[in-house]
């Protein structure tokens, strides 16, 4: 526990965000409130780090911003969805340890009531946020593994973005006309704006990742899966079709003649080796 700790706080960086937020705290004599957030969202951080350490993850960093933080791993979409699961609820688990603690003490006067309250509320509202369906949130991250279990990983990975950046786009524009305006708020949005849209760009980089780690033969197998195309289909264009934790068998249909079969495991080794990126995954099997 620690060490964990000791090397949580070595990846820690502060977005320029919370900069801002720390200037107008001081600014404005809610310096107090501030701290009690920041320690709620590392807390919440570290029990990300501390299930993803157990799980031997590769983290470079933790990025802290207002009302929450998000760990930088290459390892989303790659690993177990059970141990995925795990990782994504432990942050929320320690807010409800915090009530736990909280409950445990509010009898005994230990922390004053004013502080008392502060913790409580803003626990709640940082829990809450956190669940937002919003990617990188935990909630948009829980989304996106529900989406994985019955759409392709690309299109569960492209829903969750898309849906993300539109969501905040709708709230900032709720705010903008129905409610008063205020710089954090706008700037927390404006913040998971800016992570949706960096998403967007590297997703191809997400989907090839996916890919070479089940080429790599680290891929848990919990359904089959066949997978039916025409031989005019593209070679990435079936490869688009693949679900996690899911094997597949291709069947390359013609009209003239028997289908033929491939494995999942045959295509990855092709695209990998033989790098097909115009050919139809007829020409990549039977020539034609």
């Not at 470079?60 to 177990?80: C, N, Q, Y």
């Not at 909280?102 to 409580?120: K, M, N, Q, R, T």
């Not at 289909?233 to 490869?239: G, K, T």
Request: proline share 4%; hydrophobic share 50%.
């Amino acid at each position: 526990m620690i060490n964990s700790l000791k090397t949580s706080i070595q990846l820690i960086h502060f977005h320029p965000i919370l900069w801002i937020f720390i200037i107008i705290s001081f600014l404005t004599g809610s310096f107090t409130e501030l701290a009690i957030i920041f320690s709620i969202v590392f807390l919440h951080e570290l029990g990300h780090y501390i299930a993803a350490s157990s799980f031997k993850w590769r983290i470079s960093s933790i990025v802290l911003w207002a009302f929450g933080g998000v760990m930088k791993t290459d390892e989303h979409g790659t690993r177990p969805v059970r141990e995925e699961a795990i990782v994504i609820i432990a942050g929320p688990f320690v807010q409800i340890l915090i009530y736990g603690f909280l409950y445990a003490v509010s009898s005994s006067g230990v922390i004053p009531d004013y502080y008392f309250e502060l913790i409580l509320y803003y626990n709640t509202i940082i829990l809450l946020f956190n669940l937002l369906p919003i990617w990188p949130l935990d909630g948009g991250k829980l989304v996106f593994l529900a989406l994985t279990t019955f759409l392709t990983f690309k299109k569960a990975y492209y829903t969750t973005i898309i849906s993300s950046l539109v969501i905040c786009a709708i709230i900032i524009l709720g705010q903008l006309l129905f409610f008063p305006f205020t710089l954090s708020s706008f700037l927390i949005w404006l913040f998971l704006i800016q992570e949706n849209w960096k998403e967007w760009k590297y997703r191809f980089y997400v989907f090839i990742r996916f890919l070479l780690k089940r080429y790599e033969g680290d891929n848990i197998v919990r359904a089959i899966k066949p997978i039916y195309a025409s031989p005019q289909d593209s070679f990435l264009d079936v490869l688009t079709r693949f679900h996690r934790e899911k094997k597949h068998t291709i069947y390359i249909e013609y009209p003239d003649r028997e289908r033929i079969s491939v494995e999942d495991n045959e295509c990855l080794d092709y695209y990998f080796n033989e790098r097909p990126y115009r050919q139809t995954i007829g020409e990549a099997f039977t020539g034609y």
